[in-house]
């Protein structure tokens, strides 16, 4: 935030509202859907807590707290930079402030990549290794094959980024398959199932019943309609930009 401040105010300018094609609309959408997407990771982190009866209380707090980040850095950001922001928004602070921030930034950025790889690989390994003792004790084959896990999804990764080099269609797809079902859809489909046969017991049963039908809608429309935005937006793309050290900020 401060090094944009401090750049020339005629670096970019704001709107309060912009023309935009519904693909590029739509990417902002997918934006907004990925800063909230910690969904996945939910189960992961209430089974590992000594009281999962507190977890409602942390979460609470924790949307609260980045939320109101959100909020604070979005403005403080848009002001300054205007419609000239780059993608990530930290290219846009200037050349030293930039490589002040992103040295700042990449400590924290590692640690978010960390925790959904370790999420993922957890998900697998409890998956393999569910009813035998290689859950719980670390024998040669557990710690093999955990390793071999988190390796094959830091690789996977690494090949998915360097592809797609383009942060916001990168966040934009990963929005589009995932987000948008943990998020939204999965959550739908688990009140539905688990009140299977009580859809219309009492008022209250019929308007949550409505709503997590909309969540499930919800879900399966960003789905489809982020793939097709973030599909075009990819297409779009310089070819020369893949697998390549230059910087592509946008």
């Known amino acids: 935030m401060a090094g944009t ?8 300018h704001f709107h309060a509202t912009q023309s935009a094609t ?6 902002s959408v997918t934006n907004i859907v990925f800063a909230y997407a910690g969904h996945v990771a939910f189960f992961s982190f209430i089974s ?10 942390a979460l609470v707090l924790l ?24 993608s990530p928004a930290l ?3 200037g050349t030293l402030a930039g490589k002040v921030a992103w040295g700042l930034a990449i400590p924290t950025i590692i640690m978010a990549g960390v925790i959904y790889a370790h999420v993922a690989s957890k998900y697998v390994y409890v998956r393999l290794f569910r009813g035998t003792k290689h859950r719980s004790k670390r024998t040669i084959l557990a ?42 859809g999965i959550s739908g489909i688990f009140w539905l199932f688990l009140n299977y046969g009580q859809y219309t017991r009492n008022w209250r049963k019929m308007a949550l019943t409505v709503v ?18 973030s599909g075009y937006a990819i297409s779009n793309e310089p070819g020369g930009n893949s697998w390549t050290c230059k910087n592509n900020a946008q």
């Open 5 to 12: 401040g401090a750049r020339d105010p005629s670096h970019g």
């Open 22 to 27: 519904f693909a590029t609309a739509f990417l």
């Open 48 to 57: 590992e807590m000594k009281s999962p009866h507190d977890f409602p209380q």
């Open 63 to 86: 949307q609260v707290t980045d939320t109101s980040m959100y909020l604070l850095v979005a403005m403080v950001v848009y002001a300054y930079g205007g419609d000239q922001v780059d």
């Open 91 to 93: 290219g846009s602070a």
């Open 143 to 184: 710690v093999g094959s955990w390793l071999a896990i988190t390796l094959t999804a830091w690789v996977i990764a690494w090949i998915i980024a360097e592809s797609i080099p383009n942060f916001n269609n990168l966040l934009a797809l990963i929005s589009s398959l995932f987000a948008s079902w943990f998020t939204y």
């Open 212 to 229: 997590n039908v909309l969540l499930f809608g919800m879900g399966a429309g960003i789905c489809g309609m982020g793939l097709y935005a």
